[in-house]
């Protein structure tokens, strides 16, 4: 397999060849994924290095590895610049999490070999870990809820936490299943919530914030929301879904 580079702002892992294909993930730039198949029409059969994911993924996103990133985004999204002027018309929108690789920083801006002007405030060192994967779940609160989705603009569930633990160097799988039976250990029937526990349905879940509230990105509010778990516990199971597990990171 060939490695390449994530070049776009974020690449659509689609089920097939095609743009109407049904969205499995996203990557994000500055990812590598290795490359086992191109179909000569402008999709490559891809493994993303991060979760293992497989998927087709546009050849126009992909490039020959550039420089290790030194840096990454550490705020919701930030702008790419073509000049040290903020008043010049952006290049770019990079959400949480894209990589970067920083050749100098002439603040306020951190510059590329290209010539990309990022606000340095809103980046942070590569290798910078945050402590509370539910503090940037909080950030996402009100961000559309998309199938598939990794970014600022749309996210589901598992991506969702998968982008919050991710920051705070947990490894976690991309899918809701997978996490349930990778991460934490589980939490006794009838024990009170606490921050950062997971609480599982089939096809869903959820991150507590306490013992009442949890945020999660749903199709109910197809927004990443916050509120009382009971509530929100109850009116899934009143659409035919119970909790499955509670697992505590």
């Not at 000569?40 to 059969?45: F, L």
């Not at 050849?59 to 073509?82: D, I, N, Q, W, Y």
């Not at 100098?104 to 509370?132: K, Q």
């Not at 779940?137 to 989705?149: D, H, I, K, N, R």
Request: net charge negative; with cysteine.
């Amino acid at each position: 397999m060939d490695t390449r580079e994530v070049i776009a702002p974020s690449a659509p892992l689609r089920a097939a060849p095609s743009p109407d294909a049904s969205l499995d993930t996203e990557a994000l730039k500055g990812e590598r994924v290795a490359v086992s198949e191109d179909d000569g029409e402008g999709w490559c059969r891809v493994l993303l290095a991060s979760d293992g994911y497989q998927g087709w993924m546009p050849a126009s996103a992909l490039a020959m590895p550039g420089a290790e990133p030194t840096h990454k985004v550490g705020v919701l999204r930030t702008l790419a610049f073509p000049g040290p002027s903020i008043k010049l018309p952006p290049l770019e929108t990079l959400s949480f999490g894209c990589r970067i690789a920083v050749a100098r920083i002439a603040l306020p801006f951190a510059i590329t070999d290209a010539g990309l002007h990022f606000p340095a405030r809103h980046l942070v060192p590569v290798d910078a870990m945050e402590r509370d994967p539910v503090a940037i779940a909080e950030q996402f609160a009100g961000t559309p809820y998309l199938w598939g989705g990794k970014t600022s603009l749309g996210l589901d569930c598992s991506g969702l936490v998968q982008v919050a633990l991710t920051a705070c160097g947990i490894a976690c799988p991309r899918d809701s299943h997978q996490q349930e039976v990778a991460l934490g250990a589980p939490v006794p029937p009838g024990a009170d919530l606490k921050r950062g526990d997971l609480i599982f349905w089939k096809g869903h879940v959820a991150m507590a914030r306490d013992a009442r509230t949890m945020i999660h990105a749903n199709a109910w509010h197809m927004a990443v929301a916050v509120e009382q778990a009971e509530a929100a516990i109850a009116r899934i199971r009143a659409a035919g879904s119970d909790v499955t597990s509670i697992r505590r990171l």
